[in-house]
């Protein structure tokens, strides 16, 4: 997602990182972003997002990119849940 070629060609017409285009795309969407980070300058960069406003035709190219499928773990698939449950029991047993 942060390589995506959209999304660092939007972010070079705001002079934006991608990470900030979509904090941005985020919160114009109404979407309560948690963006997490122990390094000050990436926090700080997270809260460099109200000073631009993407055009809609910016968040409609990045709305294209939505292929329907997450990046990270599939949200249909039962051993989704099963990893899940067994992260949470792993971290029961530890505390």
């Known amino acids: 997602m ?46 460099s997002i109200f000073d631009f406003e993407l055009l809609q035709e910016d968040m409609d190219a990045i709305k294209e990119l939505d292929t329907g499928n997450s990046l990270f773990f599939s949200h249909q698939e039962a051993s989704t849940v099963d990893f899940f449950v067994e992260l949470i029991n792993k971290r029961r047993n530890i505390q």
Request: aromatic residues 8%; positive net charge.
């Open 2 to 47: 942060f390589t995506n070629p959209v999304l660092d060609r939007i972010g070079r017409k705001y002079q934006k990182t991608v990470a900030q285009v979509i904090l941005r795309w985020l919160i114009q969407r109404g979407v309560i972003a948690l963006a997490k980070s122990t390094h000050i300058e990436r926090m700080q960069e997270n809260f």
